[in-house]
């Protein structure tokens, strides 16, 4: 067997082939389609993975404000957040979110999982989540994919 024709590909910046795709999120359901976004955003769809390297597409979500949750959570689950103050703990649930800033529901969904450092960090600059059907990326010919 000859083992020196099995090489490790291991990307880096210079080599990482990005892509951009579209995802419509109408009527798809919260978890499912952030856990493939976060997916795409990391690279692990691809076969050239290297996971400490940002070797993902750039993902535009259209049409955030129609997502769906599923059960009782558009009124039991609570995002909470900290100001920084004493007694500053706020809490919202996706209703409010989705009247106010739809597009942060999905940001919040696939920031979470994504990694907690400094990659992660990088990773989600990668997401660009809009309300409605229109969106500022059409140069770079994006690519409409249905999870």
Not at 105 to 119: C, F, Q, T
């Amino acid at each position: 067997m000859n083992t020196l024709s099995y090489k490790t590909v291991s990307a880096n910046k210079n080599t990482v082939n990005k892509e951009w795709i579209v995802v419509d999120a109408e009527g798809e359901i919260l978890g499912r389609l952030a856990s493939e976004i976060a997916k795409v955003i990391r690279g692990k769809h691809k076969p050239t993975f290297t996971p400490h390297v940002d070797c993902g597409d750039n993902v535009i979500v259209i049409n955030a404000d129609k997502v769906k949750l599923t059960g009782n959570k558009l009124g039991d689950k609570t995002y909470v957040r900290y100001t920084g103050y004493p007694g500053g703990q706020r809490f919202v649930s996706p209703k409010e979110l989705l009247a106010k800033h739809p597009e942060r529901i999905i940001e919040k969904a696939v920031r979470g999982m994504l990694p907690k450092n400094r990659l992660g960090r990088q990773l989600f600059k990668n997401l660009f989540v809009y309300a409605g059907t229109e969106h500022k990326h059409e140069a770079q010919n994006p690519k409409p994919v249905k999870f």
